[in-house]
């Protein structure tokens, strides 16, 4: 369980310092505008609920170095990290603006983490790359045809997953976008 240990701290440590150093939301075309003002952890002040993200990867390190390893610990680092990610989104989703580079890589590190939860827990016959990786082909596959999402809202992944060109709400290069997250494809 020594390996569960080990990955906790060291996705909880790439989320809290994406949570501490790096843009939260974007303001206009620039992805990567480095001020204290835009990172997560200087907004904390005005949004406080932005605090669960930095607190969910803290609570993980405390319980990957204190839980033993257990499967208890795992359901608590799932519970933590995934109440963070929800909180996180929540905030991002309010606010109306474009996630930066640190809500990304904060967010998909709580995802992370809950994958880890979720190996570790038992949930999974796999390990906690198993865990994880299903959550993100669940997550990037989901958002690949929202067109909130490739109108430059959202998460922004339309230049994560490789296309080069957004295209406007709605439409794509065949025809109609494929609906998403529950909306019927007729409208």
């Known amino acids: ?32 505008t480095l001020s204290w003002s835009r990172t997560a952890l200087g907004q904390v002040p005005s949004h406080w609920p932005l605090a669960m993200v930095g607190v969910a990867a803290s609570l993980a390190i405390l319980l990957a170095l204190g839980g033993g390893g257990t499967q208890q610990a795992g359901r ?4 933590v990290s995934t109440l963070g990610l929800l909180v996180g989104l929540i905030q991002l989703f ?17 995802l992370t983490l809950a994958g880890i939860g979720l190996a570790q827990a038992g949930y999974l016959r796999g390990g906690a790359f198993v865990g994880a990786g299903i959550l993100w082909a669940v997550v990037l596959g989901a958002t690949r045809n929202c067109p909130w999402i490739r109108s430059g809202g959202g998460l922004g992944l339309a230049w994560l997953l490789g296309s080069s060109q957004s295209s406007p709400a709605g439409e794509s290069r065949g025809g109609p976008a494929p609906a998403c997250s529950g909306e019927s494809a007729s409208g």
Do not use: C, D
Not at 9 to 24: E, N
Not at 76 to 79: C, D, E, M, Q
């Open 1 to 32: 369980m020594t390996a569960y240990r080990r990955e906790t701290v060291l996705w909880s440590l790439l989320t809290l310092g994406a949570f501490a150093v790096l843009p939260w939301e974007r303001v206009g075309k620039a992805f990567l």
């Open 76 to 79: 608590l680092i799932l519970t």
């Open 94 to 110: 309010t606010t109306g603006r474009a996630f930066g580079l640190g809500a990304m890589v904060s967010l998909f590190g709580l």
